[in-house]
């Protein structure tokens, strides 16, 4: 009975082990992360709870960009020449952040021929925390080499980062998933930003002033892992640019909702106005200050 | 032989746990979902897997916080599971401000998506719950639309 007990074992483990050998790295499936081996920054699930979705969406900043008819640059983008020198868990989260942020640009303005670097870049770091597994390589390089498959090669890409950052929250990896939010947030603020300089748009302008809100809830999140010594080296470095938001204000006016049924479809209207109030100077200092913190975490 | 009974089943465990395959289904129901929003740019998706409520109580629910953009028109699509046995819907809140809904409890009509053309950035909050408390499996989508 124990005999036969074993060999079912023993044949469901080699069957899922096979199930799942097909996408991801054999032999680093079962290593045990660097962040799980320090106690202080393993933070209780409660104190994550409060986590907010869609913090900084590589989407959401370069649909904008395009809306304003900018003109696509790949001066913007960080380089991908050393990702081999990413060797900590913690330089490639937010790097694998950084490159997200920048792979949206890219499907955005359907530059496919540039893509391959980039999933390549964010393949080689998801490796390296683990989370490869969800990063469909073999199909988003397919997908790459023709520019019709712009919808899905969007949709798997942000599907991959989404099970990615899920994953790290699930498994009390937390801190990478923070890390990997603090990428995405600075190269989209740093990518608003610089676009700014040249194409100095009232929209872009107000995008600028109204990351004071997502830097504020990103600096809390940060302070959760007070004990993570590297998270903490993170956090000194955006002080002084939450310094330069500090006067920055927005004001709301409330209006009366609407709700519409059109062509069959639900449409919710919120009639609020709200109003950043930012001056030329103040976006000066935010520029100024989002290049120096921005180049300073992608050369560490 | 009862230790390595032991040590395999913890191997079968982890690597269970761990397996990619272990969230198969809910991946097939996020694409499909995904699909069914129509010509927009997927963004999140809310998976849930609810128990049934106990009687007279308040419904069990899901929540998720989420940050919004000014000027964006986003569309919100609820699909509850093959399998599932209550039907999912999904509401949004602005603080304690019900702003959106799949279903409207005064004609007692369900849609499977809602569109909401958001005005002001900031933190929104989703509530996923299954009607009359039953336990249920389904997942929310947050799809952009356009720049307003």
């Known amino acids: ?167 790290l929250r699930k498994n009390k990896r937390s801190n990478l ?13 740093y990518l608003v930003t610089q676009v700014y300089k040249e194409v100095p748009h009232p929209e872009l302008k107000e995008k600028i002033g109204e990351q004071k809100i997502v830097l504020d809830k990103l600096m809390l999140f940060l302070e959760v892992f007070k004990n993570d010594k590297q998270l903490q080296a993170i956090a000194n470095d955006l002080k002084p640019l939450k310094e330069q938001y500090k006067d920055i204000t927005i004001t709301i006016q409330k209006g009366e909702p609407q709700a519409i049924e059109k062509d069959g479809t639900l449409v919710f209207i919120q009639n609020d106005v709200s109003i950043v109030n930012i001056t030329d100077e103040q976006v000066k200092s935010i520029i100024a200050k989002t290049e120096e913190v921005r180049n300073k975490l992608i050369s560490k | 032989m009862r230790q390595l009974i032991k040590t395999l089943f913890s191997t079968l465990l982890l690597v269970g746990l761990t397996s990619p395959l272990f969230s198969q289904d809910n991946m097939e129901l996020v694409g499909q979902c995904a699909a069914s929003a129509g010509n927009v740019t997927y963004l999140k998706d809310f998976p849930v897997k609810l128990d049934a409520g106990t009687p007279g109580g308040k419904p069990p629910s899901a929540k998720f916080s989420l940050l919004l953009s000014k000027n964006t028109n986003y569309r919100f699509t609820i699909c509850s599971a093959p399998d599932s046995e209550g039907e999912a819907m999904l509401q949004l809140f602005e603080m304690n401000n019900l702003i959106g809904s799949t279903y409207n409890s005064t004609t007692g009509k369900d849609y499977p998506s809602f569109d909401f053309k958001c005005q002001v950035t900031g933190v929104y909050h989703i509530f996923i719950s299954f009607k009359d408390g039953k336990a249920g499996d389904a997942v929310g989508i947050l799809s952009f639309i356009e720049r307003l």
């Open chain 1, 1 to 167: 009975m124990i005999k036969k007990c074993f060999y079912i074992l023993l044949t469901v483990c080699m069957l899922n082990a096979c199930g799942s050998c097909g996408n991801r790295g054999s032999s680093s499936d079962l290593e045990v992360p660097d962040t799980l081996m320090y106690s202080d920054a393993i933070i209780p699930d409660d104190e994550i709870s409060g986590f907010i979705d869609n913090m900084s969406s590589p989407v959401e900043m370069a649909a904008l960009i395009k809306s304003l008819d900018v003109k696509f640059s790949n001066k913007y983008l960080a380089s991908t020449d050393n990702v081999e020198d990413f060797s900590t868990e913690y330089q490639q989260a937010l790097n694998l952040g950084i490159y997200g942020l920048d792979l949206g640009y890219l499907n955005m303005y359907n530059k496919t021929n540039a893509v391959l670097d980039y999933i390549s870049a964010i393949k080689t770091l998801a490796d390296g925390i683990n989370v490869g597994q969800f990063f469909d390589f073999a199909t988003l390089r397919r997908l790459s080499q023709n520019d019709q498959n712009l919808d899905s090669l969007m949709y798997i890409s942000v599907h991959s980062f989404n099970q990615m950052d899920r994953y």
């Open chain 1, 177 to 189: 998933s923070v890390l990997m939010i603090t990428g995405v947030w600075i190269e989209g603020n």
